[in-house]
């Protein structure tokens, strides 16, 4: 009975994340981490995560295939699926704790740039700049799973509407994961124990992806963004005084 309310839980929740991914073009791990470490070691959220979210990227991918802006995405998908792989190899060596923390921290830095710094702060759209937000992002998905935030702050200026934004930044996260979950699988940190959790979170989000992209063009996303952003910046204090206390 237990293990199937965690499911159920774990079901609801990448519901809710895929809406929002949906709705802003990232944003799942955003959700998944506040969930998943409550019931697995975080190493193990990650992963399972990643795989789980290689399937919806997959169908988003496929979906929007034509509106990929290739020529955008190459400078940020190269440095990214590199330093991605060489991380991932090295992130499951580290203390759960650790990676606890530094979770915290990013997520209560993602919350100060999102409700504070973003209407001030523009990247801007050169090569140089597609290869350190790729490297970023590359680094971030090997330790959490999370691509996004580097790479949206490259690609939302740097292409034409929301459809290129939304296409070029899905093939930017199925392509970048790839070497990561290559990592993961090498490191033998999945099991057959993982199946279920795994096909409750990819049952969640393709459902997830239907409703949200249905509200995609009713919701405010601006509003929602900031709403998801303050509770995650509060999540991420309350993980680093856990750990500490």
Request: aromatic fraction near 12%; include cysteine.
């Given at each position: 009975?237990?293990?199937m309310?965690?499911y159920?839980?774990?079901?609801?929740?990448?519901?809710l994340?895929?809406?929002?991914h949906?709705?802003?073009g990232?944003?799942?791990?955003?959700?998944?981490?506040?969930?998943?470490?409550?019931?697995?070691?975080?190493?193990k959220?990650?992963?399972?995560?990643?795989?789980?979210?290689?399937?919806l990227?997959?169908?988003?991918?496929i979906?929007?295939?034509?509106?990929?802006?290739?020529?955008?995405?190459?400078?940020?998908?190269i440095?990214a699926?590199?330093?991605?792989?060489?991380?991932?190899?090295?992130?499951?060596?580290l203390?759960?704790?650790?990676?606890?923390i530094?979770?915290?921290?990013?997520?209560?830095?993602?919350?100060?740039?999102?409700l504070?710094?973003?209407?001030n702060?523009?990247?801007?759209?050169s090569?140089?700049?597609?290869?350190?937000?790729?490297?970023?992002?590359?680094?971030?998905?090997?330790f959490?799973?999370?691509?996004?935030?580097?790479?949206?702050?490259?690609?939302?200026?740097?292409?034409?509407?929301n459809?290129?934004?939304?296409a070029?930044?899905?093939?930017?996260?199925?392509?970048?994961?790839?070497?990561?979950?290559?990592?993961?699988?090498?490191?033998g940190?999945?099991?057959?124990t993982?199946?279920p959790v795994?096909?409750s979170?990819?049952?969640g989000?393709?459902l997830?992806?239907?409703?949200?992209?249905?509200?995609?063009?009713?919701?405010?996303?601006?509003v929602?963004?900031?709403l998801?952003?303050?509770?995650?910046?509060?999540?991420?204090?309350?993980?680093?005084?856990?750990c500490?206390?």
């Amino acid at each position: 009975m237990r293990q199937m309310s965690t499911y159920l839980i774990v079901g609801l929740s990448a519901i809710l994340a895929s809406i929002i991914h949906s709705t802003m073009g990232f944003g799942s791990p955003l959700v998944l981490l506040n969930v998943l470490p409550l019931f697995f070691p975080l190493a193990k959220s990650v992963a399972v995560m990643q795989m789980s979210l290689i399937v919806l990227n997959i169908y988003f991918f496929i979906r929007y295939r034509d509106s990929v802006v290739w020529k955008v995405l190459a400078p940020a998908l190269i440095p990214a699926s590199v330093f991605g792989l060489v991380f991932t190899l090295w992130s499951v060596s580290l203390e759960s704790n650790v990676l606890t923390i530094c979770l915290g921290v990013v997520f209560i830095l993602l919350s100060l740039y999102e409700l504070v710094f973003s209407g001030n702060v523009r990247v801007n759209t050169s090569k140089t700049m597609g290869f350190l937000m790729g490297s970023c992002s590359g680094i971030t998905n090997a330790f959490f799973g999370m691509a996004g935030p580097p790479v949206v702050m490259y690609l939302v200026p740097a292409v034409d509407g929301n459809l290129q934004y939304f296409a070029t930044s899905q093939a930017f996260f199925l392509f970048s994961s790839i070497p990561c979950l290559v990592g993961r699988v090498v490191s033998g940190i999945y099991d057959k124990t993982d199946i279920p959790v795994l096909l409750s979170l990819i049952a969640g989000l393709l459902l997830g992806s239907v409703v949200g992209l249905k509200l995609l063009k009713k919701i405010d996303s601006k509003v929602f963004k900031k709403l998801v952003y303050g509770f995650i910046g509060v999540n991420g204090i309350y993980m680093i005084i856990k750990c500490i206390l």
